[in-house]
């Protein structure tokens, strides 16, 4: 739950920092305090939209903090900066993070439901989540089958597009990589080094004679002087005790300078000009040259392409045989799909009447004795074996979304006789008001905190009181705050909160003041229309305050 909103800088908000409890919080205040503001922040925690005009008036930048405490007691921290120019900026714990990473962690911590949020209840879509929610976890397994369904028929069409388009491309990219892994396969690579080998041979081949000319003359000097000097120095040393590390060393260079002459021997009668060889040589690099341009940087490259271009051939070749096993997979999803959709329907059908019934129950208790709500379960207007599917092929899963192939309309009956009309023809603001929080009431799986701002817009008397007291049963089981106008409501809240605004060195700043016992009554009778003073008016809020709370024990003791 919420356990700390800290706000800064935020329109008429200077600073504040609001502790908030268990159970149901009103927020209350004159029109224009900075109650909505409060709301705001919330809703910038959850990754709403940020607009810079919300900044106070001097400030650079606005900031929201809220402190939420989780079910096994570790505590979230959630910040959102909002400057006058510029992004803004969300951070986890003091860890950046994107808007969208807010919103997602938001949506697991709080549901706001505002003056614009109630509209959501027209969406179709949000109706048949409604009533999916109320299902269960057959529902929800349901949908998710469905969802896994369709992405592997998608997959599947995927790879049969994979394979080319029509006959004609599929043959003439057949051709292409016939001719690739022929011309390929006649260069018969078997060495990646191959090209620095003929590299080499070639600057041997190419001066032939030369080589051996020059190989010739470095022996013939070895063996001339060279050989003559050594032998006479070695023969100056002989018997000279003092001296027989350096004889050893001018015997040593003697056998040295022998093998070195025979190596150069060696070398020179294995330098053979070969013409053909070398044309050879050099055809054989021109031709790795090429394949090297067409299919790769090295050799190895080439290797690998070969591979790839094998196996694309092999999957084109067997196009017909792959394409039958892919049609034959795909209907068999196809029937699947529509059993799965079939049973979600049936869930469906079999869950709406219970679900509005205690609905209808419930709009009872907050003051609409004769209305009716039911729920009607038909099938989506695209549907139909002729249409298509979500990756545009006709037949099979057509009609049916990871959603099912249901449409879901909510509708109301607000007096006898009036035939049941979809919410979007047949609620008022006030009705629509009553009826989201009815579905809440009923649908008690949500976040741990529930934030409604002006449910109870257009709507006073028992009303207000019906209200206050529904809201008040979900705050034993979730955290609620409630921005309401209404004493009604707010005298049933296990706190209250009032935002008032003051004037500080001839700026006005909003300030949140956490009423108790008399102040408390105070502020139940203003909103009454009464004054502080007035006997009747706190009286009338007393009359509220125990009330509610008589409420509140009795609720608990069932």
């Known amino acids: 739950m919420l356990s700390e909103l800290r706000v800064v800088d935020l329109g008429i908000i200077a600073e504040l920092t609001v502790p908030i409890g268990s159970g149901m919080t009103a927020i209350t205040g004159e029109t224009g305090a900075g109650k909505t503001l409060l709301v705001e922040a919330l809703q910038l925690l959850l990754g709403g939209r940020a607009d810079a005009s919300l900044v106070r008036e001097g400030a650079s930048e606005a900031r929201v903090d809220g402190r939420f405490v989780t079910a096994d007691h570790d505590e979230v921290v959630l910040s959102r900066v909002v400057p006058r120019e510029g992004r803004s900026r969300a951070y986890v714990d003091g860890r950046p993070a994107t808007a969208t990473e807010l919103a997602e962690l938001g949506a697991r911590l709080v549901d706001l439901h505002g003056q614009h949020e109630q509209q959501s209840l027209l969406v179709p879509a949000a109706q048949r989540n409604l009533l999916d929610t109320w299902c269960g976890a057959p529902a929800s397994d349901a949908r998710r089958e469905l969802a896994t369904l369709r992405a592997r028929r998608a997959a599947l069409l995927a790879e049969l597009a994979a394979y080319g388009g029509d006959d004609r491309a599929r043959a003439r990219e057949i051709d292409l990589l016939r001719f690739q892994l022929e011309e390929i396969d006649a260069a018969e690579i078997a060495d990646p080094d191959e090209e620095a080998r003929l590299a080499a041979e070639d600057l041997l081949l190419g001066d032939a004679e030369n080589h051996r000319e020059a190989l010739e003359t470095a022996r013939d000097a070895l063996g001339g002087d060279a050989a003559d000097a050594l032998a006479a120095a070695a023969g100056a040393l002989v018997g000279r005790e003092p001296f027989a590390h350096l004889s050893d060393r001018i015997l040593s260079a003697q056998a040295e300078l022998a093998d070195l002459a025979l190596e150069l021997r060696v070398e020179r009668e294995g330098v053979v000009a070969d013409p053909e060889r070398l044309a050879w040589v ?277």
């Open 282 to 558: 050099r055809e054989r690099r021109l031709r790795l040259r090429e394949l090297r341009r067409k299919y790769g940087d090295t050799l190895a490259d080439v290797v690998a392409f070969r591979l790839e271009v094998a196996a694309r051939l092999a999957d084109l070749e067997s196009h017909d045989d792959r394409a039958g096993a892919i049609a034959a997979e795909r209907a068999k999803l196809a029937t699947r799909q529509r059993e799965v959709a079939s049973t979600l329907t049936a869930l469906r059908s079999s869950g709406a009447g219970p679900l509005a019934a205690e609905v209808t129950v419930r709009l009872r208790e907050l003051a609409l004795a004769d209305a009716t709500f039911s729920i009607r379960v038909e099938p989506l207007l695209s549907g139909g074996s002729g249409g298509s599917d979500e990756s545009g092929e006709s037949g099979g899963g057509a009609g049916i979304t990871d959603d099912g192939a249901d449409a879901v309309v909510f509708e109301l009956a607000p007096n006898p006789g009036e035939p049941a009309r979809p919410l979007a023809k047949a609620a008022s603001g006030g009705e629509l008001s009553r009826t989201m929080l009815a579905i809440r009431v009923v649908l008690s799986d949500a976040p741990p905190t529930l934030v409604f701002d002006e449910v109870d817009a257009g709507i006073g008397g028992e009303a207000g009181i019906a209200i206050g007291a529904a809201l008040a049963g979900l705050g034993e089981r979730h955290q609620v705050l409630c921005v309401t106008h209404l004493a009604q409501v707010a005298a049933h809240a296990h706190a209250q909160l009032h935002v008032r605004k003051q004037t500080t060195g001839k700026r006005t700043v909003a300030a949140v003041e956490v009423l108790l016992d008399d102040a408390r009554v105070g502020a139940l009778s203003r909103m009454l229309g009464g004054v502080d003073d007035s006997a009747h008016a706190r009286s009338h809020a007393l009359e509220l305050l125990e009330g509610a709370r008589a409420g509140r024990a009795t609720a608990s003791r069932r």
